[in-house]
């Protein structure tokens, strides 16, 4: 059957203060500047419903439903001083996903997304993103898994600098451990599903890592 579209559209209003840290990951003080933001965003999202149903990806003993068809998202937020900001911003998102199966077990995902920011009446920053995983599935019980991102900033200021650490998914290191204008991130595991419902209490899994990344 001819796969389904599935369309959504969201407007949110959301209220936020904060200070801007000089460096990522120093504690805030109160000399740090003040930032107000009052964001008006309207979203839109389009999904294609291609769904392939797996066990043993990413729930332990489970069937899961994962979606390989197209996914889009389109969104703009507004944050005027009129309404309390501390200046005009602006910024626009583009997104843009795709799946693939190789055969049961075997698939990738992947996608690709821009945010660009203006402050007042001129450019200030880009962020662009590239995010891939695939999974193959051994045996039963066995399950590789592979994850690989990448971005990259333009004109990035330290509010808004790409971070890397327990959070991104550097397991072992601690929060904002790097900070930079590009990030990259891969990941590995071997996830090992070894026994579902042992003595009706607990089922038993786990998994051998290696993450790499930079800034």
């Known amino acids: 059957s001819t796969p389904s579209m599935v ?7 959301g209220y ?17 500047p003040l930032e107000v933001n009052t964001t008006l965003e309207a979203l839109f999202t389009s999904e ?5 149903k797996e066990k043993n990806i990413r ?3 489970r069937d899961e439903d994962i979606n390989l068809g197209w996914t889009g998202v389109m969104g703009m937020a507004v944050s005027p001083s009129a309404l309390g900001a501390t200046a005009d911003s ?9 799946g693939a199966s190789f055969g049961p077990g075997n698939f990738v995902k ?10 007042g009446d001129y450019f200030t920053s880009v962020v662009w993103n590239l995010n891939i995983e ?8 066995n399950t590789l898994a592979a994850h690989f991102t990448y971005d990259y900033g333009h004109q990035l200021n330290p509010s808004n600098g790409l971070l890397l650490g327990e959070l991104e998914g550097m ?35 786990g998994v051998v890592f290696f993450d790499a990344g930079s800034t």
Do not use: C, M
């Open 7 to 13: 369309r959504r559209g969201v407007f949110t209003v």
């Open 48 to 52: 294609e419903q291609a769904f392939v």
């Open 59 to 61: 729930r332990l003993y």
């Open 171 to 205: 397991r072992g290191y601690g929060l904002y451990h790097l900070s930079g204008n590009r990030r990259f991130l891969f990941n590995f595991e071997d996830r090992l599903f070894l026994k579902d419902n042992l003595f009706r209490l607990v089922s038993l899994g």
């Open 90 to 98: 602006y910024s626009q998102r583009f997104e843009l996903g795709k």
């Open 16 to 32: 936020s203060r904060s200070r801007i840290e000089a460096i990522p990951g120093e504690s805030v003080i109160k000399s740090d």
């Open 134 to 141: 695939y999974y193959k599935r051994l045996l039963d019980w």
């Open 110 to 119: 992947g996608g690709t997304g821009v945010v660009t920011r203006f402050s």
